[in-house]
Structure formats: C-alpha cells, structure tokens
C-alpha cells in the first residue's frame, strides 16, 4: 500500500514537472524573442502611452511584428514623461540611451516646435500627433512625422460644413488667446472660408488681460449666425456661458469641444448644438472604431480621443513599416492605405511627413456626446459609415413597439440640420431646414430623381435626394417641373478697395544669432484703389513662440510702408512662420484682398561663426580649428584609416544636414561623443560635428579624400 501510493505522487510529481516545462516554454521563447523599443513622450496614463500600449498589446499577443528578414520582434514601449514640456529634454536624453526605433509623441504643437533640435538628435522617426501647420516644414531631417489630421485641414472641414451644407453666411470668427495654436486655428478656418466665399466678420480678438464682456458685446451687435472660437478651454468656456447669459441664440463652434475643462465648465443644458471639427470621434459609427473604443474602454475603463486614436494608428504604422526592407523612415513615407481608425492612412499620396487626412465634423447631442454630421478625407466629404450590428443574442430581446406604416412615399433627414431650398439645385434660396429624424411625405420629384418636392411652409421645398433615406418607390410620385433657375442680380460697379499685401520681409541679421535681438523688417503696401485705415501687422516667430506686432497708423492707394517685428530667440535651428497683415480685419478688403494677407517667411538661427576655413591633412597631421597654436582638435591616423579626437574633444557624423542647414543645436553632446570616426563614414559630403578640446562647437565637411589625404571645410562657433 505505502509503495503504491509513493509511486502514485512520483507519476503525479512528473506530469506535473511535464506540465511545468509546456508551460514555462513559451515563455522562455517569449523573453528570448529580439525586442524593438518604440519610444514614448507622454505621461504613464496619457492618452499617447494608452494608444500605443493598446496596439502594442494587440500586436503582441498576435505573435509580434515578422522583420523584412523574416524574424519575428515584439514591441516594448519605453514611455518618458514630459510634464507638459518641462522635462522635454532630459526624456529625450533617456531616450537616446535606449535604442528606440521611433519615438511617437509629443501631444502639443509647442512641445514640438520648442524640443524641435533635440527631437532631431534622436535620428529616429518621429510620430506626433500635434496638428499645428508650420511643424513638418519646421523639420529640416525629414524625421518628422505627423499621424492626425493637420490644423488646416480641420479648419478646411468645419468651413466646408458650415457654408456648403449649413448654407451659413454670416460668421465670425473670435480668437481669445494670441498663442500660435489660436492663430493658426483662424487662419485656417478663415482662408477655407474666403475660399467657399463667405468672408468670416467681424474677426473678433481678445488681448492679454482684455475685457470679455467687450468681445461679447461686439459679437451680439454683429448677431452672426455662428461664432467659431479659438483660445484656451477656461477663456472658451467664459466666452460661451456669458453669450448665452447675454441671450445670443447663434450656434457656437470650438476646436475643442472635447476638452474635459470646455466640457465641464458647461451648464449641462448647454452643452447642445456645439459644433468642432477632429481629426477622430469616438462616436464615429464605423466597425474599426466601434471596435477600438470597445477594446479601449475594457482595458483602460475610460473612453479615448483623438490621440489616442492617432497614436495606436501610429504604432500600426511602425508594424507595417518594420515589415519592409530598407530604412524605417523611407519605409513609412511608403506606406498606403494603411487601414487606421482615422480612416485610410496613406503617406505616400500626401505631402511628406503627413500621414492622414481624416476629419470629422460632429455636433454634440442633448447630453454632450459627439454626433457625426459630416467627414472628409481631405477636401472630399464622405458618406459617414452606418453603425455596427451589435450582437446576435443578446441577454433578453427587448420586445419592439409597433411602429406605423408611413402612407406613400416618406422621407427622413440623415444630418444634423438639413436645408429646403425652393427649387432643385444650390443656386436657388434656402428657404427653411429639417433637423435628423424628421419624417416629410414625398409630393414630386425631378425627373432623373436627383431631388424630391415637399410641402414646406406653404410652399413647395426642395430637398436632394442624395442626403436622405427614402421610404416608397419613388416612381410612384409625379414629376414637379421646377421653378424657373433664380436670375442673379446684376453685377454692380466696382467700387474701389483697400487691398493690404506684404511685398518683402527681410531678418537682421541673417542669420538671426541666438540669444539677441532680432529684427524682421515687414514691407506692407495699400494695392488697392481706396485709402486703409489703421490695421496691424504680427508673426508668432517658431521656436520659441515669440509674438510680435506692430501697428500701421494707415496707407494711402498705393502706399507702402516698412514695420518692424522684433524678439529674441533662445534656440537655433531652420524655421518657417506667417507673418499676417490686417491681424483684426480692421481694413475691409473686398472677398479677394483677405486671401493675400498671409506670407510665409523661412529664417535661420545660429550662433556667431568664430573661425571658418578649409584644410587639407596628410597622414599624421593635426586640425586647430581655434587657430590658436594651443592644442589640436582632431588628427587625420598615420595609416589614413580614421579621424581622431584629440585630447578632450568629441567627434560624431551628424546626418541630412549641409553646411548651409546645421546650425549649433544640432551639435549636441547627446551624438557628438566619440573618439574616432572610421574612414570608412567619411565620404565625400558628410557633415562631422566636433566639439574642440577647448570646448567650442563646430562641424567639418568632408570634401574629398585623395590617396591618404582627407580635404576638410570647418565652421567653429563661437559659444
């Protein structure tokens, strides 16, 4: 008996060691697998770290990510928090110490445009999801890249919404804050809106520490049919609640809506009818996203957003382009129709360094969520998807109410807001509109119904059919012949207008030197036919976000006048900024002179340059970029077999830049920390940064290299 049962727990005690091994293989396999590290710039919740984390998890547990060599990775985030900026640089320097393959982050325009240069260092892809438009031009690597809709872009939608579906033409545009985000935001929505022809007035601004009941009683003078609104949360929120205090009925738009300190500053039975474009809703009715937010919310128990969004699209980007052969950042230049929650990816179609172009417009219900009435992929509106079947048992089957048959042939509205025009086709009047789910019954149609007729008001109304779910045959009702095509009014003379351009801007000096005063001359001139009062000229110059204004008192037909914008900037780099002229739309233009009222003005950053000149080295031979006979800098080996730092100086290729693009930034310690660079990287047209020993940065250009000679140009700056 003792025997029998001690052979019964061995048996047991070796399945059990059997058991033991099945299970711990996989997961030593697992933990053996190679690793590729995707950086991350955000808080540990942020909605960055919680997209990725999310498409991370997936990829992984699907197997990982099978290289171009047919190895299969998994992903590892190494997520660095930046507190909003404030220790930017001290995570992108943990970050270096990695070896991350991509970096997706950061959230905002400003922690780009502001760690700009030590972003480059990384020498790896960048994936923003920051929407400001001057960020992929600011990016002189072609690292950059951005995985939401631009500003623009969401400015072009909204524009589009409002004038062409909402036939709105009477909006005003109020910037509450002078920041660039702000500036860019009304720039955007206002150039699209010149575009469609509907000139955004009156262009309402708040200063640094104006009065708020000012801008609200300018606004309820104008009684616009809708205010678009730029600013920060708090400052929007102020704006909203004392408008409809004041009793303004307008509608309201704001870029964000979906902000929890805009949302929670709201008086719940106001918080209807606000209008936004984005780049992704989390209410978007199509499968990918339906799905997204289900996964989203089991695992986090919190609904995401559009960064969210953008950065789990953004990590199944990487996947794909890790797939490819060749370099990560030619690879995701490549990719097309990428299949994202946004909507199709498709970099390859766009401009560089921009990876989508999906825009939602959507307007929020009786309870604040986000309904969709319009999307866009670019400039082209889309059919917004129908909603997922849920499942197919549920816990009890709810049992329906019965529901009337409609008689004849019946019509519902699909969007938001619906306008009736009185004959078939956008030339004629609107002459009322229907709200979604309203129910009309089809009295006529166009012959090729296009459009149906129905008693609207007293009268005959309009509606294409397009736009509409249709309930009947439509060939059962008569064909309606339409009113005759409206005869549009006779042109008038043209009176004569002020026309404000910007002929020239010029930077002094040129380079802009770091650290001092510059000053960027603006030549401004009346080319029109009518005198211009007062108006002001301003630029919020990147990096550093400096804002700058100046005032023109006036300008006569044909007057021009020089003004001066000044700061200083504390960062170098290649940079581009829009100067804007007639910042307020104080000098009415006419519906053309608006549209050239922006320039685009490309500038460079650098230190002073200390000493610069060219330098042939035999084998053995010593550079002195200083010139002072103390000590050299770097010497060209004996065997002409590599480049040598000497004594404490540092040596490091520095790729994509000329000696007219690299500047001192980029002569960063974080890759200027080697000894030695082998010959074997020093080809014809590569830039080495040098940190001297006396502690000066400067860069070599590599020139040639006959025989065992190398032939150097140097630039050192002065620190």
């Given at each position: ?17 059997i ?12 933990q ?63 970050l ?5 393959v ?33 960020l ?47 500036t860019?935001?009304?720039?955007g ?36 049919e ?13 704006f ?15 870029n ?14 106001q918080l ?14 199509d ?24 950065s ?6 990487l ?9 990560l950042r ?14 199709l990816l ?44 849920g ?18 042939v ?47 008001r ?30 549009p009014?006779?042109?008038?003379t043209?009176?004569p ?20 005063p ?59 900024v ?65 480049l ?28 200027i ?47």
């Amino acid at each position: 008996m003792e025997n029998r049962h001690i052979r019964k727990y061995l048996t047991l005690g070796v399945l059990i060691s059997i058991l033991g091994l099945l299970l711990v293989a996989p997961l030593v396999q697992a933990q053996t697998q190679p690793v590729f590290r995707i950086g991350v710039l955000d808080d540990e919740r942020g909605p960055i770290s919680s997209g990725a984390r999310l498409a991370v998890q997936e990829i992984n547990a699907a197997g990982g990510v099978r290289g171009a060599d047919g190895t299969f990775f998994q992903l590892e985030l190494i997520i660095q928090p930046t507190n909003e900026g404030a220790t930017l640089t001290q995570a992108i320097k943990n970050l270096n110490q990695a070896s991350v393959v991509a970096v997706l982050g950061p959230k905002t325009s400003d922690e780009v445009l502001n760690g700009l240069t030590a972003l480059q260092s990384l020498n790896v892809p960048i994936l923003t999801p920051a929407t400001g438009d001057t960020l992929i031009t600011a990016d002189s690597t072609g690292r950059l890249f951005r995985i939401r809709a631009a500003e623009v872009l969401l400015g072009r939608a909204l524009a589009n919404y409002l004038v062409n579906s909402l036939g709105l033409r009477r909006i005003a545009t109020a910037q509450l804050e002078l920041d660039i985000a702000s500036t860019a935001g009304v720039i955007g929505f206002s150039t699209a809106a010149q575009s469609l022809g509907v000139l955004p007035q009156p262009s309402l601004q708040l200063p640094p520490g104006g009065d708020m009941i000012q801008i609200v009683n300018n606004l309820l003078q104008a009684n616009p049919e809708i205010v678009v609104t730029y600013g920060s949360p708090a400052l929007a929120a102020e704006f909203y609640t004392d408008l409809r205090s004041a009793g303004w009925q307008g509608s309201f738009a704001y870029n964000q809506a979906d902000n929890a300190d805009f949302y929670e500053a709201i008086p719940f039975d106001q918080l209807r009818g606000i209008i936004y474009a984005t780049s992704w809703p989390f209410t978007l009715p199509d499968e990918a996203s339906s799905t997204f937010l289900t996964d989203y919310v089991r695992t986090f128990g919190r609904v995401p957003g559009p960064v969210d969004a953008a950065s789990y699209d953004g990590v199944h980007m990487l996947a794909q382009a890790i797939q490819l052969p060749g370099e990560l950042r030619t690879n995701l230049r490549q990719l097309d129709n990428v299949n994202g929650i946004q909507g199709l990816l498709r970099p390859v179609q766009l401009s560089p360094g921009e990876s989508s172009n999906n825009v939602s417009v959507v307007e929020d219900g009786a309870f604040g969520a986000p309904q969709v009435v319009a999307r866009y992929v670019g400039s082209q509106q889309i059919e917004v998807a129908s909603v997922p079947s849920g499942p197919t048992a549920p816990l009890a089957t709810p049992v329906p109410a019965a529901t009337a048959t409609p008689e004849g042939v019946v019509l519902t509205i699909k969007s938001a807001r619906q306008n009736v025009r009185s004959g078939p086709s956008t030339s004629y009047d609107v002459i009322g509109q229907l709200s979604a789910g309203d129910q009309v019954r089809i009295i006529g149609a166009t012959v090729d119904f296009s459009w149906v007729v129905i008693e609207f008001r007293g009268q005959q109304g309009w509606l294409a059919t397009y736009l509409l779910d249709v309930f009947g045959d439509l060939n059962t009702v008569p064909i309606v012949t339409p009113p005759p095509t409206p005869t549009p009014s006779p042109t008038p003379t043209a009176q004569p207008e002020s026309d404000i351009v910007i002929d020239a801007v010029v930077a002094s000096p040129s380079p802009i030197i770091v650290n001092q005063p510059f000053t960027v001359s603006v030549t401004v001139r009346n080319a029109g036919g009518l005198g211009a009062g007062q108006f002001a000229v301003a630029a919020t110059f990147p990096p550093n976000n400096v804002y700058s204004a100046a005032v023109v008192p006036g300008l006569a037909p044909g007057q021009s006048t020089v003004v001066n914008l000044t700061g200083t900037f504390t960062n170098t780099g290649a940079y581009s900024v829009v100067i804007v002229a007639d910042l307020n739309n104080d000098v009415s233009e006419g519906g053309n002179g608006e549209n050239n009222n922006l320039y685009t003005f490309n500038y460079v950053i650098n230190k002073p340059v200390l000493r610069q000149g060219s330098q042939i080295l035999n084998p053995g031979d010593t550079i002195d970029l200083e010139g002072n006979a103390v000590q050299g800098d770097a010497n060209w080996r004996g065997d002409a077999s590599a480049l040598d730092a000497l004594f404490s100086a540092k040596l490091g290729v520095i790729p994509n830049v000329t000696l007219d693009t690299v500047h001192w930034d980029l002569i960063s310690p974080s890759i200027i920390n080697q000894t030695s660079i082998p010959r074997a990287l020093l080809n014809p047209g590569t830039i080495v940064g040098i940190i001297t020993a006396d502690g000066n940065r400067g860069v070599l250009r590599v020139d040639s290299l006959p025989g065992n000679q190398i032939a150097l140009t140097y630039l050192l700056y002065q620190n």
